[in-house]
């Protein structure tokens, strides 16, 4: 059986809308190209131009036996926001038509999207630690500064709770908008598409859908401190979706750079071993904003031990009696 396809795209700034409709075979090799030069067709006959703006991308892959994956995000860009918005999906139907792990049936794909061509941006103008000192299992706050794109500045605080066996000494956090990657590639969460492609089709979906979307703060704790990376704010690693331009970036020798950068990184945890522990899942918040969040900044929290702190107190104790 054929695969119903559907993109509909509406340029708010004409009221122009797009619908383009077809049938894909449904031949895994195939889906995920044909479906982006439908999506790619779409985004011209609405537009009827090839520039920047802000998009709102609906995704909607049916499968049989599954719930449908689902997902909502925001994109902007200054040269081709078509290319931008049609990367990510394009990128999920390739893995879930290509999944090495078992054959996932898709039974339908629809993508819905609004475009206009304001700038709805906001960049992380500063970040700052709210607490003095910090213990394991402490909630720490960040205070987040925006700067909104010919706009105001707007304030917002996120809340991280420290692992109870995270330990003393000085660790490392990053605040950064959802949608950024690195040039040396450090983003240590995001599982490269080998990876994926040989998780369960169940896993890969969850692993895919939890991901930041463009307009999210994130705050993550970081397993190593780093000098702060170089920010890409293209379209995501290894999309093989070419537009102008507007492709994955080449990530050869990206790996290499990482590894000499842990070589040289110091080392938080007692061993490596407690280190890769630790660090087995992220820890890390977000929060939505009305804006495609840009920047990054690193911030570093001196994790104080129980018996430092007491130790203080104990010595503390002396003085004031004798005042």
Not at 122 to 149: C, H, M, N, S, Y
Not at 303 to 322: L, R
Request: proline share 4%; glycine share 8%.
């Amino acid at each position: 059986a054929t695969i119903p396809v559907s993109v509909t795209v509406l340029d708010q700034e004409t009221g122009r809308e797009k619908t383009v409709s077809m049938l894909v075979a449904p031949e895994e090799s195939l889906v995920a190209g044909i479906f982006g030069s439908g999506a790619l067709a779409a985004f011209d006959g609405a537009l009827d131009r090839v520039g920047g703006g802000t998009a709102y991308v609906e995704l909607s892959v049916k499968l049989d036996g599954r719930d449908a994956y689902e997902r909502r995000d925001t994109f902007w860009s200054g040269s081709d926001v078509a290319g931008g918005s049609v990367s990510d999906a394009f990128d999920t139907v390739g893995l879930i038509a290509n999944s090495a792990a078992e054959r996932a049936t898709i039974e339908g794909i629809t993508l819905k999207a609004r475009v206009g061509p304001d700038r709805r941006t906001a960049v992380i103008e500063k970040a700052r630690v709210l607490q003095k000192t910090v213990r394991p299992g402490d909630q720490v706050d960040v205070e987040v500064t925006l700067r909104v794109f010919r706009g105001p500045r707007v304030t917002q605080v996120l809340s991280l709770v420290m692992p109870d066996d995270i330990g003393s000494g000085m660790v490392s956090l990053m605040v950064r908008g959802g949608s950024v990657s690195f040039e040396d590639d450090v983003d240590s969460w995001a599982k490269p598409v080998e990876e994926l492609l040989y998780m369960d089709v169940d896993d890969m979906l969850a692993e895919l859908g939890s991901r930041p979307l463009g307009n999210d703060i994130v705050l993550e704790l970081e397993p190593y401190l780093l000098e702060e990376p170089s920010v890409d704010m293209g379209s995501p690693v290894d999309s093989e979706l070419h537009r102008d331009g507007v492709s994955g970036r080449d990530s050869k020798d990206k790996a290499s750079d990482k590894d000499k950068a842990k070589e040289s990184a110091p080392s938080g945890g007692d061993s490596q071993a407690d280190a890769d522990a630790l660090f087995s899942e992220p820890v890390s918040v977000r929060a939505q904003t009305e804006w495609v969040i840009q920047g990054i900044k690193w911030l570093t929290v001196d994790i104080e031990a129980e018996t430092d702190v007491e130790t203080e107190v104990e010595t503390e104790e002396p003085d004031s009696a004798d005042a």
